[in-house]
């Protein structure tokens, strides 16, 4: 056992990518789905930890976006309206997920994913 | 470690007694021997009768220890808390067979949609149970007709 316990777990790690990669929805199981209300309710927690209100207000309204579950293939998003995302917006949100993976709270691949869905 | 990880497949097995069932064993080092699979990590979980649940490895298993030799080792890789919650529906008086595992053609193929420009939408695993009892409701064409 030694080299087991107190390890990082794939399925906490594996979950806790799925809540900010936006792919918690599609984690089939049990002990996924479980394993991602764990993580997500550990993000918030720890958002809760960094963050003033207004800024966990902004996470969680990031947060919730990136979950959105993605637009079918057949029709792609559309580009979001100027008034609910202008550009300082989205730079702004940038910003945070970079704040987020300096604080620890996004790994390099979550970072990339999550930008990546940022920039659509 | 001698070659680097792609994605690995996690299964659990629920077997009685000790689960050291030589069948499974065979079966496993025969999917190894052909290259079909390369185990990166194995555990035992054995749950008592009282509901305590004991992790063994299969270096220590007299019976397995070929298999353990055979495993392209990332002994630790599956994490005590990883087989708490992979057996958390393991009954009393069985064991609980962890084989974390590598499918060896999902490499080449990944490279190929990766180079293609392609990306992994999702994957799924279905249950044996699940596919029969959804087969068994799709009309058969044959009727039909």
Redesign the interface.
Known sequence: ????????????TMARTAVIAG?AQ?A?GS?AQ??AAKAQAAASEQAAAQATQAELADLRNQVSQLQAPPAPPAAPAPAPAPSAAPAGDLMSQLQQLASMKEAGLLSDAEFAAAKARLLG | MAMPLGPIEIVVFSLPGDGLAGEVLTEVQSLVAAGTVRIVDAVLARRDADGALTLAELADEPSWDDLAGSIDHVEGLVAAEDVDLLTADLPAGRAGLVLAFENTWVRPLLAAVRGAGGAVLGEVAVADVVVQEIADTVPDEEENR
């Open positions: 056992m030694r080299r087991r316990v107190g390890r990082p777990s794939l399925l906490g792919t599609a089939a002990v479980s394993q």
